[in-house]
């Protein structure tokens, strides 16, 4: 487990990565690892504190010889994606990640990794620690919160940080160089509903969509992977319209910024209708599975007679639900005009709970474009809203404006052509970094994005690469000697 990782190279961020690791760090209740990360600071003897949003700063010297180069920030999240399987027994509040090394790869056993922003807070660490790795001034910037709103980006007062340039180290692919992302917007959509008893001589089932891949809802959102929560939308609309089907409740997907991988419903239909009814369903089902079968190979869609249950949906308000969840967009809204492959706004539909008389429908939308983000958030409003739903936008965050004359920039990638022999990928990413809402504090401030290669993040496959891991920790290295000067 955690032992092979730490005989990884290079051992002084792996053995960090571990110990990070071993701290729960859930979004929202960060409070053990920000102490954790207040404690290494303090036994380095480097000025360490916390801000007042629970942000932990670390500052060290230049190394000798680089006195004159500009102030740098290294920044990464402390918190992570909290997702497992669900045969998985784990507790993310009391246990610490249980890691595997399986080929060339660090994975989990059926939870998410962390290495999500974790890899980048233990090289982080790995240079704070080391007496030999030369550098400038650095304030290391651990944000909390991340994952779930931001809220460490943006409570993050002007002024704290005195550096020129910022290194966030929360890219996904070694290949890549960030220099712009999106931003977004959460979308909830919520109403009350009067329960029924369930009408006489129904019967009760309950259908379950698992094994999908999940994963980030930005960067994964082009693949055009299953939601669980519009599969399962599906097959409830279908069962309404040719078969009465009442809903009794949903709960489908879990994170805003997780695809759904799985829903799962209660809901009744006329016991005479049951045969006609469950064949047609299992058409669909199989119809749904073609569909998905290059993409989603381990989708399953099952329906098991249950216990009738007492209640269920009124049914206007059923019917609207339905509705305005086919009607609402999931996916792709719009590709960049000018980023040839970049998705420019989406829309995940993250979230459907149906249970004792409310509904709470939950979407994350993101945009490089603000006008466009608006866009498609009303777009979701106004299919909600026609249902009769309660409809707020909230956990706002602006997207990072490309600087395609960034200097920072212009460094990185010529140090990775010459480290590589090939050019890297310089881009902008869907997906919301900090770096966008630091730059409105800090609009001096010069920033660019890199990281080792981490494959499905926010879902439980997580996994990161060794070797890419290596190449990106030489990399940092070599980053962080060729500062340009003041």
Same mark, same amino acid.
């Given at each position: ?5 730490r ?7 792996w053995n960090?990565?571990?110990? *990070?690791?071993?701290v729960?760090r ?6 053990? /690892? ?12 480097l ?6 949003? @629970? ?7 230049? %190394? ?6 500009k102030? /740098?920030?290294?920044?990464?999240? *402390? ?20 890691? *595997?090394?399986?080929?060339? =790869? ?11 922003? !974790? ?20 304030e ?14 943006? @409570? ?15 890219t996904?692919e &070694? ?25 006489? +001589?129904?019967?009760?089932? %309950? ?20 939601n669980? +929560? ?7 609309f ?19 910024n ?5 829903? $799962? ?11 006609a ?8 089902i ?16 099952e329906?098991?007679?249950? %216990? ?20 609402a967009?999931?996916? /792709?809204?719009?590709?960049?005009? &000018?980023?040839?492959?970049l ?10 709970? /149906?249970?004792d008389?409310?509904?709470k ?29 309660d ?8 997207g =990072?404006?490309? +600087?395609?004359?960034?200097?920072? *920039? ?12 090939e ?12 770096? !966008? $809402? ?11 994005s890199? !990281?080792?290669?981490?494959r499905?993040?926010?879902?439980? &496959? ?25």
């Open positions: 487990m955690s032992t092979a990782v005989n990884l190279a290079p051992k002084e961020v960090l990565f571990a110990d *990070l690791n071993a729960p859930p979004s929202k209740k960060e409070e053990r /690892v920000i102490q954790f990360m207040v404690n290494f600071g303090k036994q380095l003897h000025e360490t504190f916390v801000d007042k949003v @629970g942000n932990v700063i670390i500052k060290k010297p230049a %190394t000798k010889g680089l006195e004159d180069r102030s /740098v920030v290294l920044q990464s999240h *402390l918190d992570m994606v909290h997702q497992k399987n669900g045969d998985t027994n784990f507790d993310f509040d009391t246990e610490g990640i249980k890691m *595997l090394v399986d080929g060339d =790869w660090v994975t989990a056993e059926g939870t998410t990794l962390g290495a999500d922003n !974790g890899l980048g807070v233990a090289s982080i660490m790995a240079v704070l620690a080391s007496t030999e790795i030369e550098h400038p001034n650095l290391a910037l651990f944000t909390i919160d991340e994952e779930t709103g931001m809220t460490g980006a943006m @409570g993050l007062e002007g002024g704290i940080l005195k550096g020129a340039i910022l290194l966030n180290l929360d996904e &070694d290949d890549e160089i960030g220099m712009g992302c999106a931003g977004g917007v959460d979308v909830t959509a919520t109403r009350s509903y009067k329960e029924e008893n369930s009408p006489e +001589n129904t019967t009760g089932y %309950t259908i379950s969509v698992k094994g999908l891949n999940g994963g980030h809802s930005g960067m994964d959102i082009i693949k055009g992977l299953g669980a +929560n519009k599969i399962m939308n599906r097959l409830l279908d069962g309404f319209t040719n078969f009465g089907l009442r809903i009794s409740e949903i709960n489908g997907g879990s994170l805003r997780a695809i759904p991988r799985e829903s $799962i419903a209660l809901v009744t239909v006329d016991t005479i209708s049951k045969e009814f469950l064949f047609e369903t299992k058409l669909l199989n119809t749904i599975k073609e569909e998905f079968a290059t993409l989603e190979s381990n989708l399953t869609i329906i098991q007679e249950t %216990t009738l249950p007492e209640k269920v949906l009124d049914l206007g308000v059923q019917e609207g639900l339905l509705k305005s969840i086919y009607a967009l999931n996916g /792709v809204y719009r590709m960049s005009p &000018d980023i040839t492959g998705v420019e706004t989406s829309n995940n539909i993250a979230r459907v709970i /149906v249970k008389g409310a509904i429908i939950g979407c994350l939308t993101r945009s490089s474009s603000e006008t466009n983000k608006i866009d498609l958030a009303n777009s979701l409003k106004s299919a909600f809203e026609l249902a009769g739903f409809v707020a936008f909230s956990g706002e965050y602006p =990072w404006q490309p +600087n395609i004359n960034s200097e920072i *920039l212009a460094v990185v990638a010529n140090l990775y052509e010459d480290l590589h022999g050019k890297a990928k310089v881009a902008a990413c869907h997906a919301g970094l900090e770096c !966008g $809402i630091l730059g409105q504090n800090y609009p001096e401030m010069d920033m660019v890199f !990281g080792p290669t981490i499905g993040a926010h879902a439980p &496959d997580e996994r990161a690469s060794i070797s890419s891991t290596q190449k990106f920790w030489k990399f940092l290295i070599e980053i962080l000697k060729n500062i340009p000067k003041k």
